[in-house]
């Protein structure tokens, strides 16, 4: 077994996160990381001597652990090569000041630079001769698109015949990955001449690896490079120093600080603790944190609303089929249910719940997921950097555990094993004469729609997939009307955890005009799952309910789309159900009318391993959607 120090060490490059130098410092140290990669532009820009940037950063409780870029340096032909080494003396003398002792060199762009790694490696073995006189390490990083050195292989063959105490290796995920090298290349280099890991993800792009990578890394965990598999090998090196993210991304150049930075470390914890766990023999200084949640689907969804909208929605559940079966034994709040879905009212005139109505009106203010072990969840959500939330709960009832979600709501979580299991016997009263639930044939909660700024939707993805043993579908573009919406579907193999995210651009999207209504609350719309569309859509019909009417045209080209009979066709145009398929299965799908409270629900049915929403039908949806917000000319009897 490897054994290394217990103490991880982070670190995120300035450049990282928006904001002026005290900003970012403010926000990195607030996150909970160990140092800094000072970003040269942050430095110049500061407006302090060298040694005032070394007591801030101290002031924050973080070390420098890297001074970069230092670039175009290796195989210069005079008299370039020693104008290299005049301007790097000249950046020792500020490491000095600022009490840095690492600076990385990034491979040679330059047009000038010749190729050769024994001139590479000379070049090198003078630098670090000079840098150890001064007590400063030098790290060779190959950029991916480096004009003769571009490939960490050739990188590490430099810093091996330079042979120099004070010069060695620095990787970086994002040059590897993006230029299919495999990881596993790693494994045979020394760790102690690996001075410094820098971690990025990305989506998988084929664009141009320089623009790709200046504007679309983002988050371990948030992309699709394999960062797992990378540092797996560098752990297997022994290689214990710090973990750093350096990350170029638009968005979150002009983000929050605070949440970017918390959105890293979230991130790095939940990277090395993936580690910990396929390199068993290897002992990480990583923290021992339970594992990803096992989701068995969502036990609760609670609204919060006032006295008087409350009649409105238990009148729209009614019509929907779902009774009223159970009261708080001391609280406001009412549970409606149908089968194993469960809606709680919640009318309190105090706390989390009141808070929420007043910012965000009728909405949903707490979701409870069933897990495998909620004290566990809590526990690995805490160490991921979450937040905590105890509420209060009178004598005798129960304390269900939660967090605070990213957009302000409750997740809370229920497993088997306690007294959580017991939530409707213990904290619930029956209705009387509430007799059958099983009401229009709707099932469970499918899955939730949760709606946010575009900018906003890396965090969401992350906070699911390091919390719960989820993965990520790929992202679609829905076309709206108004714009662009971006969406993707957070789920776990068993299909009973089941999330949606959709990015609104722009507030002139139906996603943006919820967010502007609501002021960013988070659920859209509450998906129900049937196994008979036709029966609960006539049932539903039969109570008065009124769905989503959708154009004739729509059926026209869904009929030639799939060669679908006019029977067919007449039946789902009669209950305004779309329709969709794939190699898998088919999809059944329809929605309700627009609500004053902005949430609407959609009743779905999947066939035959169906894996997917809908995606095709969504611009078509979101049409009606708009149709109906303004007044619609169509009605849902009829489609026409």
């Known amino acids: 077994m490897t054994d290394r120090s217990d103490t991880l060490r982070t670190s995120i490059a300035t450049v990282s996160i928006a904001g002026d130098f005290r900003e970012k410092l403010a926000a990195i140290s607030r996150a909970g990381y160990t140092g800094i990669e000072i970003f040269e532009q942050d430095f110049i820009a500061f407006d302090g001597a060298p040694v005032d940037v070394g007591w801030l950063v101290a002031d924050y409780g973080l070390e420098i652990m890297l001074f970069q870029p230092f670039r175009d340096f290796e195989g210069l032909p005079e008299p370039y090569r020693s104008r290299a080494f005049d301007r790097a003396e000249r950046k020792f003398d500020l490491m000095n000041s600022m009490g840095c002792d690492l600076v990385l060199v990034c491979s040679n762009i330059a047009a000038a630079a010749l190729g050769g790694i024994d001139r590479a490696a000379d070049d090198f073995a003078e630098l670090g001769e000079r840098a150890g006189k001064r007590g400063i390490r030098v790290g060779f990083e190959a950029l991916a698109w480096g004009r003769h050195i571009n490939d960490h292989r050739d990188a590490w063959e430099v810093v091996r015949r330079a042979d120099h105490s004070h010069v060695g290796l620095i990787l970086d995920s994002f040059h590897t990955l993006s230029r299919d090298i495999d990881p596993q290349t790693i494994r045979s280099i020394p760790g102690d001449k690996i001075f410094f890991v820098q971690l990025a993800d990305a989506p998988k792009i084929d664009m141009d690896l320089f623009y790709w990578s200046r504007h679309f890394r983002n988050m371990p965990g948030e992309g699709d490079l394999p960062v797992v598999d990378f540092m797996r090998a560098v752990a297997a090196t022994g290689y214990d120093g710090p973990l750093s993210l350096e990350i170029f991304n638009d968005q979150f150049r002009g983000g929050s600080p605070v949440e970017i930075a918390r959105d890293g470390h979230r991130s790095l914890m939940g990277l090395m603790d993936d580690v910990r766990r396929s390199e068993p023999d290897i002992r990480l200084p990583a923290p021992d944190m339970p594992p990803r949640a096992q989701c068995g689907g969502v036990e609760f969804v609670e609204f919060t609303t006032s006295e008087e909208e409350a009649a409105e929605l238990a009148g729209f559940l009614s019509v929907m089929g779902f009774t009223h079966a159970g009261t708080h034994v001391s609280k406001q709040v009412a549970q409606w249910r149908q089968n194993d879905i469960n809606i709680l009212i919640n009318t309190e005139e105090s706390g989390f719940a009141h808070s929420a109505y007043q ?9 409870a997921l069933r897990v495998d072990d909620a004290a566990q969840t809590i526990e690995r959500a805490r160490m991921l950097g979450a937040e905590t939330v105890t509420t209060p709960a009178g004598e005798g009832e129960l304390s269900i555990p939660a967090i605070r979600g990213v957009g302000g709501g409750m997740v809370r979580f229920i497993d088997a094993g306690s007294d959580l299991a017991r939530l409707w016997e213990i904290d619930f ?68 955890l089941r999330v949606t995210l959709n990015g609104a651009e722009n507030q002139n999207t139906l996603a943006g005009h919820f967010i502007d209504r609501t002021f960013g609350a988070a659920v859209q719309h509450i998906a129900f799952a049937c196994d008979d569309i036709f029966a609960t859509a006539e049932a ?11 154009s004739a045209n729509y059926y026209d080209d869904l009929g030639a789309r799939f060669g679908l009979d006019e ?74």
């Open 567 to 640: 029977a067919f066709l007449s039946r789902l145009q009669t209950f305004s159900i779309l329709y969709d398929e794939d190699a898998q299965g088919r999809f059944f799908q329809f929605y309700s009318r627009r609500r004053s409270s902005e949430i609407f629900f959609e009743i779905v049915q999947r066939l035959d391993g169906y894996d997917g929403y809908g995606a095709a039908n969504a611009p078509f949806r979101i049409s009606a959607q708009k149709r109906d917000l303004n007044g619609s000319p169509f009605t849902a009897a009829t489609g026409n």
């Open 540 to 550: 539903l019909a039969a109570r008065g309910f009124e769905a989503l009417a959708m």
């Open 429 to 496: 009263v029956p209705v009387a004469g509430a007799g059958d639930v099983s009401g229009v044939g709707l099932r469970r909660v499918d899955h939730l729609a949760q709606t946010m700024k575009y900018e906003e939707m890396l965090t969401w993805t992350l906070f699911y997939t390091s919390i719960l043993d989820t993965g990520k579908v790929p992202m679609v573009d829905v076309v709206d009307p108004g714009g662009l919406v971006r969406s993707r579907a957070i789920q776990n193999d068993s299909g009973e």
């Open 359 to 367: 910012t965000h009106g009728t909405s949903v203010c707490d979701i």
